[in-house]
């Protein structure tokens, strides 16, 4: 992708029926990895989160806490989704509800436009319904439960919960026309499902047929109502899915929805279906263009399974912020597990890393070099004088780490991208190691080595900053101005990524500050309790 290109990326929206768990926070904190490299490349970016309202889910929620459903998603979205954005770090351009004026009036034009062009019809429909989904379902869909309280039950393999079965006259859209469209879109943009294990199943799904959607409801009015027909509510996930359009003016806004539109969607692998054959489904049938790419990643699993509210194995982001701070939160959940992949959390492997790689790797890697600085230079970055082989490896290590981490970014690949850019760390560490800048300060004859050895490793400090401030913004911001580079150079967010492997930007002279640990030893990593 050239500079200065319009990168629209946007995360799923977020059900308030609940309180989030790390499995939301891990999409958001990838959404906000992405967008923070792009904004750093120059391109035109947009970041859209925000929350998925209406629909049956909600509405029982709020009548079983005794609240109206709008009072219930107000009181959710104040008191833990908006800061939720706070508690992992996510730089948002937009935040939008499906129960906003502008996402209402939007959807009924797009709804009004599909009704008028002969894609939305009135029918019947008698089918098994799961409201944890908030989807019909086919029989593979469900098993019937051996023990428990739903035993002999037919339950959605999804959630476990009996589904109901609903029969109801309904309007329908023509999905089933779009078969062979969707079937064409894939063959010939293969990357527009990512990774290959989500395309693979999204196109057997479309190949065993498509019926029509469903996408109005009478036997509840918590909903957009339907234009033409206000007796019915339209279906959460169309209402939801049209979120993508309606933030960045579709229908009201022409000039910005072209600006922005199409985006790259993450979602969860078990929302997949909805984004690569539903969505896609309604745009062309718009005449509106697909997304640029629908990326599954994988789910977040404690003790093997998909970790959720639901199934009582849900974690609150607070509860590892707390302890191990915001960027390790944000650098564990992106280096840890191959984005696309599923992982396993424990809090085992979290304080492990925590303290190999940003404790003893990155977070002392800056502070020993700060203080040679400091005790050999007065706290002023020596020039370097001729390099040897040794350094001019380092600042080939650093180049090729910015070129792999760039390409890897825009392959989605984040885990790989960071591996890249931990190469410096490793390099840098092995070098100061090698160099033993402590025994070259012992002779004044070494003097000019010493200044290229720390000039060395204050450079790739710099291009370390630069690299990891997408993902680690604090402490890569503390480390910025403790080099003296904020005051040379200006904001490390305003450095150019690409560039970040040119050798040579941080100017000799500029004055170090010490720092506190940037990642700090931790007594006891397990909160109480868990
Ligand atoms: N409201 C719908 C999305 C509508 S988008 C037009 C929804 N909401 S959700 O709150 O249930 O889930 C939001 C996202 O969180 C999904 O992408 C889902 O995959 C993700 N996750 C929920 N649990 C998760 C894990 N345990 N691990 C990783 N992601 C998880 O679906």
């Not at 939720?84 to 770090?89: D, E, F, K, V």
């Not at 004026?101 to 709804?111: D, N, P, Y």
């Not at 049938?285 to 990326?295: D, N, S, W």
């Not at 092995?430 to 160099?435: A, D, E, K, V």
Request: proline residues 4%; aromatic residues 12%; glycine residues 6%.
């Amino acid at each position: 992708m050239a500079a200065g290109d319009s990168f629209y990326i946007a995360t799923p929206i977020f059900y308030v029926n609940d309180v989030p768990h790390i499995g939301h926070a891990y999409t958001e904190v990838a959404a906000d990895v992405l967008a923070r490299w792009h904004r750093q490349s120059g391109d035109d970016t947009w970041l859209l989160t925000g929350t998925d309202e209406h629909g049956q889910k909600i509405l029982r929620t709020a009548v079983a806490n005794d609240s109206t459903p709008q009072a219930w998603a107000d009181k959710l979205v104040n008191e833990s989704w908006l800061p939720l954005l706070q508690t992992i770090n996510i730089d948002n351009d937009d935040f939008i509800r499906t129960t906003d004026e502008r996402h209402e009036s939007a959807v009924k034009i797009f709804l009004q436009k599909l009704y008028d062009d002969g894609f939305i019809y009135s029918g019947e429909y008698e089918g098994y319904y799961c409201v944890g989904c908030e989807e019909y379902k086919q029989l593979d869909d469900l098993l019937e439960a051996e023990s428990g309280d739903y035993a002999g039950q037919l339950v959605c393999k999804i959630h476990t919960r009996p589904v109901e079965i609903l029969k109801e006259r309904n309007y329908f859209f023509r999905m089933s026309d779009f078969q062979q469209k969707l079937l064409d879109l894939y063959e010939s943009r293969p990357d527009f499902i990512q990774p290959d294990s989500v395309r693979n199943e999204i196109i057997q799904f479309v190949k065993s047929g498509l019926q029509d959607l469903s996408i109005s409801r009478s036997s509840f009015d918590w909903g957009i109502k339907i234009p033409w027909d206000d007796s019915h509510v339209l279906y959460v996930w169309f209402d939801a899915l049209l979120n993508y359009i309606t933030a960045i003016g579709y229908g009201t806004d022409d000039d910005n929805f072209r600006r922005r539109w199409p985006a790259t969607q993450l979602v969860g692998k078990d929302i997949a279906r909805f984004h690569a054959v539903i969505w896609p489904a309604m745009l062309m049938a718009a005449g509106l263009e697909v997304p640029t790419r629908v990326f599954g990643h994988g789910w977040l699993l404690v003790g093997g399974e998909k970790m959720s509210k639901s199934k009582l194995t849900g974690i609150a982001p607070s509860q590892i912020t707390e302890t191990f701070g915001v960027d390790a939160f944000r650098y564990y959940f992106m280096s840890a597990i191959n984005f696309g992949q599923d992982g396993s959390f424990s809090w085992e492997d979290l304080a492990a890393r925590y303290q190999s790689e940003l404790a003893n790797g990155f977070g002392n890697l800056a502070s020993r070099v700060i203080a040679m600085v400091n005790k050999y230079f007065d706290g002023a970055i020596p020039s370097p004088a001729e390099y040897t082989e040794a350094d001019l490896g380092i600042q080939s290590v650093v180049k090729q780490a910015a070129e792999k981490a760039d390409a890897a970014i825009q392959r989605l690949a984040i885990h790989e991208a960071i591996a890249s850019v931990w190469t410096i760390v490793d390099e840098l560490n092995g070098y100061i190691t090698l160099q033993e800048p402590w025994a070259l300060a012992k002779d004044e004859a070494n003097r000019a080595r010493l200044g290229t050895v720390l000039y060395t490793a204050a450079e790739g400090l710099r291009a370390l900053a630069v690299l990891l401030s997408p993902v680690i913004p604090d402490s890569t911001h503390k480390l910025w101005s403790a080099i003296g580079a904020a005051h040379e150079l200006g904001h490390v967010t305003d450095q150019v990524i690409v560039d970040a492997g040119h050798w040579g930007q941080l100017p000799p002279a500029s004055r170090v500050h010490s720092i506190d640990a940037l990642f700090p030893r931790i007594e006891s990593p397990e909160p109480a309790g868990v």
